[in-house]
């Protein structure tokens, strides 16, 4: 059953950059799949993906090359011709993590633990984020709005300077965070008066009314709500919306999700898990993700979930003529990744498909209980455990017949693997394919693997002769 869509406003798609930067190649393929599906632009965060030079080059990512000028240039005009506007997303305040982490930044941390909250205090900070900016927005001539990031900043208030300001009666974390993102917004203003500018509203969310009227924020920012939950609470979301209103932030936007949100390790999104974030969304509309954690689903097997939810935000619900709608337009027999199939073998459709289709069949196979818990298996516990290992207490048959079957699944999942890999390679830096199989292949076949040794040096001292059981 469907609804009434979502209210007329922009539909941006966040690109986070951070973790698996995709090739410029790919990057293009994919900006011409979301003018088909209707986005409106592109909220792009590059961390150290963005051509920072002069004392910030240090901030350039060292595991692949940094896009150049030139490539984000290209980026943005040819999402122009295609209708979309990039909205640069730089954090400021809290996830500063590719920016904290390095030693001459140390000093600039809240806490010598948190490596990814900046101390408000210092000046430096402040010169610093202001810098970042400059260098993002001159790349961005186009762009008519900026996103400030502030979401999350933790342990605020931990540190020794913030405690000694905090000592000061009547002096709150709340203030603390209000007047650094005040700050930079106000420097922002100033600097470019064109600029819309957005942030994150979680850090808000425990606020007053009357605290977000007096901050000075109003007029100077447009909060983002951001909830990725299948089970959004849609009269707590609305009471916010209702605050933010009251206190004079009436220009708002909402942000959902259509991959990650879920398990950090997660490979293959659901896709009925984003629609249902996007239904609760609608409720709303009605009655009104870090640098240092693991990669989430990569984007090419996320764009059948992305596609479901921007049909839910149009058509005001997933029904079967949404779906078929999404179906059509990536060429595709089903709309959850684990299930993807192919209707055509026109490769324009969907970009990255045979590597989501190669993912979802590793996948399947890494999540096999057969592989994940072969240690578990009957055989390998009753007659080759750690205390017949130790002892050379085992049966050299069936020994044998463990090494054969572990075998056969290290194989197919080194072979697979490899396939995997190589596609991958077409649209990802090496470093992301590298950290890709690091997460995620390894952890499994790196037991098979000892495994297989471990008989083989056993059984190589017990059958004369032999050095290996097959």
Known sequence: MEGPPWPKGRKLVHLDLKGAPPRVEYLHRLIELFSHLGVDGLLVEYEDMFPYDGELKLLQATA???????EVLSMQEFAKSKGMEVVPLVQTFGHMEFVLKHRPMWNLRETATCVGTLNPHQEDGVRLVMEMLRQVVELHPDSTALHIGADEVFMLGEGEESKLWLASPGFTVEQLYLNHVTKVAQAIKEAWPHLT????????RGMSQDTLKASGLVGLVQPMLWDYSPNLDVDTTVSLLEKYSAAGMSDLWAASSFKGSTCVYTCVPSTQRHVDNHVQWLKVAAAVYDHLSVLCELMHVALPSLAACLQTLSRGGFSTEAQVKVAETLGISSVEAQAIGRTTADESLFPGRRLAELTVE?????????VRFFENNMFYRGWFSPHHQQRRMVSPLIAMQIHSQASTYLTALQEKAAAVREEMLRLYPEATAQEWMEEHVSPVTAPLQRITEDISACIGEMVPGNTSPV
């Open 64 to 70: 692949q090359p940094a896009y150049s000028r030139e």
């Open 197 to 204: 500018v957005i942030m994150w509203d979680d850090m808000m």
């Open 362 to 370: 590793l996948d399947s196979l890494l999540n096999s209980e057969d």
